[in-house]
């Protein structure tokens, strides 16, 4: 079976740009999460969902930072500007409603904004 | 609120030998309990969990896991540590009612021959 999907899985960017990143979750998998990665701040919760809905976006650092997921398949976040201290790995992650709190990552995507 | 200490951010350990990673957390009804791991450039996988009934759980690639409630604490272990282990660690504690899990800060493994 397919993981969870993540594209693109490096991305180097000027900043100020529009930077998206995508997700496509492990099919009937009804929950999807964003996470961030750093070195300073470790694994961050930034945004997750159930059932196409967003439940808590509390993590999400600034209004800069969006995230949508129009559908069951597929989701996106969206920086607009980018800022240098942005540049993280950003990890998509789903879990079907059946296996307790179990979660599968993606590959992660590695972002750095110059 | 839940939290996840994972006290010791590198440990260096030789080939053969045995391991244990130390993960505390903080939760106030039973937790279901996570270890990840991280290889460099990838994704993290699930190593074994805890949701309930015996307290020594068997996880993938030979690591075990015992819940001590009494210490609030779900060690990782390995008898035999292999170069191939070298990678980050990550213990995480979830509420079991479909909120997302809480991480550690990861503690990354060295393996030296």
């Known amino acids: 079976d397919a993981g969870v999907i993540q594209s693109p899985r490096h991305e180097v960017t000027e900043m100020g740009q529009e930077v998206t990143l995508r997700c496509k979750p492990i099919?009937?998998?009804?929950?999807l999460f964003w996470y961030r990665q750093t070195m300073m701040r470790g694994l961050e919760l930034l945004i997750y969902?159930?059932?196409?809905?967003?439940?808590?976006d509390s993590g999400m650092p600034e209004d800069r930072f969006s995230a949508k997921m129009p559908n069951a398949s597929f989701s996106t976040l969206k920086i607009q500007p980018s800022e240098p201290r942005d540049s993280a790995v950003y990890f998509c992650?789903?879990?079907?409603?059946?296996?307790?709190?179990?979660?599968?990552f993606g590959e992660g995507s590695w972002l750095t904004v110059v | 609120a839940q939290s996840v200490t994972q006290p010791d951010i590198h440990i260096t350990v030789s080939e053969g030998a045995s391991l244990e990673l130390r993960c505390n957390y903080s939760?106030?009804?039973?937790?279901?309990l996570f270890w990840y791991v991280q290889s460099p450039g990838q994704g993290l996988q699930l190593l074994l969990k805890y949701f309930s009934g015996d307290t020594l759980v068997q996880g993938i690639k030979g690591f075990e896991a015992e819940f001590k409630r009494s210490q609030s604490s779900f060690n990782l272990r390995k008898p035999s540590v292999h170069w191939s282990d070298a990678a980050e660690y990550f213990c995480a504690v979830g509420a079991g009612n479909g909120t997302p899990l809480v991480f550690g800060k990861g503690t990354r493994l060295s393996v030296i021959a």
């Open positions: 939760y106030g009804a039973t937790p279901y």
């Open positions: 992650a789903s879990r079907p409603s059946s296996s307790g709190n179990t979660i599968y």
């Open positions: 969902f159930n059932n196409n809905v967003p439940i808590d």
């Open positions: 099919s009937g998998h009804n929950s």
